[in-house]
């Protein structure tokens, strides 16, 4: 009968990349239906090519991975250890985590990280916002309520990290920031109009010019990919939510480039590129790096952004690194957003912190006052 000798549908596509085994996904990058052994295979060589290509290692080097026990870091941690071993790259790879003091987030996320120190063999330091600055986000919070909560949280981060690396005597910070979070941070830079950090912020290699750069070998990689990676190899990882989180201007971004890589996947990869492409005009004044007269650490100003908002904790005043207030700095170069000469900047006058000074988490108004 005709019926008999058509071929069956099976309904089960073979992988595009070996030809031989059944397609077990589409790629979220490519779109390409591919079998597990081979995804594993390209998302690793992608990786270890973004490596390469970029010198982000030198054979010998103490690097420390930012280890948070979320999917990005966790897979960062894995795929690092599995590149060092295969390819001989002679890394001593660490992990490093920063406890915020988080009661039902932290805490819970650091038993991950300290199941990933057993299972991939790699040495653990955690440093605390405790420790370090006296204060816990628990506190933080109790003090500041949930408005300007990741201001502090992302300042104070950067400068853990930081201490913790410099701690472990290391070469450089690995991080897992990924394509996703890379092109939010571009479109994020363009709405504020913040040219310091677009410059930056594709940069797959930071802070060359301070102690200790870090590095971003999940640059191109998509969050989709990760995931998938992730929950494909059962990696041991945390994906709660911090309970502090209410970031609704990132978490639009974050929303708005889904949709876009739901119609067209390279969206992201396009946003990164456009990043990449923005040429800062010779006129646009840059702000001078210095180091904070108060702890030492990098800082355009006199004090660095973690010294004034403890000041404020510690005085009772936490707005006053936030809000309209009186601020600590004073040689001014801009005004409410627009350059102008620092000397035109008058006693008690309004101006905007964050186009001064690139290291900065956040936008507050100051108010001059040399
Ligand atoms: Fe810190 Fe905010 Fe991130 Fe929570 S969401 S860990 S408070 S930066």
């Not at 290692?57 to 894995?78: N, W």
């Not at 309520?145 to 990741?150: A, D, F, S, T, V």
């Amino acid at each position: 009968m005709e019926a008999d000798s058509k071929p069956k549908k099976s309904g089960a596509r073979l992988c595009c990349v070996c030809t031989q085994n059944r397609a077990a996904l589409k790629r979220p990058k490519t779109l390409e239906q591919i079998c597990r052994e081979c995804f594993y295979a390209v998302f690793e060589e992608e990786i270890h090519q973004v490596i390469l290509e970029n010198q982000l290692f030198k054979p010998g080097e103490r690097i420390a991975i930012g280890a948070s026990g979320g999917k990005d870091s966790t897979v960062l941690a894995y795929v690092l250890s599995e590149l060092n071993r295969r390819h001989n790259y002679g890394l001593d790879l660490f992990l490093l985590s920063v406890d915020e003091g988080i009661t039902g987030y932290r805490d819970d996320s650091l038993e991950t990280v300290k199941r990933n120190e057993l299972q991939y063999g790699l040495p653990l330091k955690i440093v605390s916002y405790k420790d370090l600055y006296g204060w816990t986000m628990d506190e933080i919070v109790k003090m500041i309520g949930l408005k300007n909560n990741c201001t502090f949280c992302g300042v104070f981060r950067r400068q853990a990290l930081d201490r913790g690396a410099a701690l472990l005597k290391v070469d450089k910070v690995a991080t897992g920031h990924n394509a996703d979070d890379i092109a939010e941070t571009v479109l994020l830079n363009i709405l504020r109009g913040d040219i310091a950090r677009l410059s930056r912020c594709t940069s797959i290699i930071t802070g060359e010019d301070g102690p200790i750069p870090r590095c971003k070998p999940f640059k191109y990689t998509y969050e989709k990919e990760i995931v998938m990676y992730a929950y494909f190899k059962k990696l041991d990882y945390f994906s709660t939510e911090c309970i502090y989180s209410p970031n609704a201007y990132r978490g639009f971004a974050r929303e708005f480039i889904k949709d876009l890589e739901r119609i067209r996947p390279r969206a992201i990869l396009d946003i990164i590129k456009s990043g990449e492409d923005f040429r800062i005009s010779t006129t646009t004044k840059m702000p001078e790096q210095g180091t904070c007269e108060r702890c030492g650490y990098i800082s355009s100003q006199k004090w660095c952004k973690a010294c004034v908002l403890l000041e404020g904790l510690n005085r009772g005043l936490p707005k006053l690194g936030i809000g309209r207030t009186q601020g600590l700095n004073s040689d001014a170069k801009i005004s409410n957003g627009m350059v102008i000469q620092e000397e035109s900047v008058q006693e008690g006058q309004l101006f905007c912190t964050n186009q001064v000074n690139p290291e900065d988490q956040f936008f507050g108004f100051y108010i001059c006052k040399k």
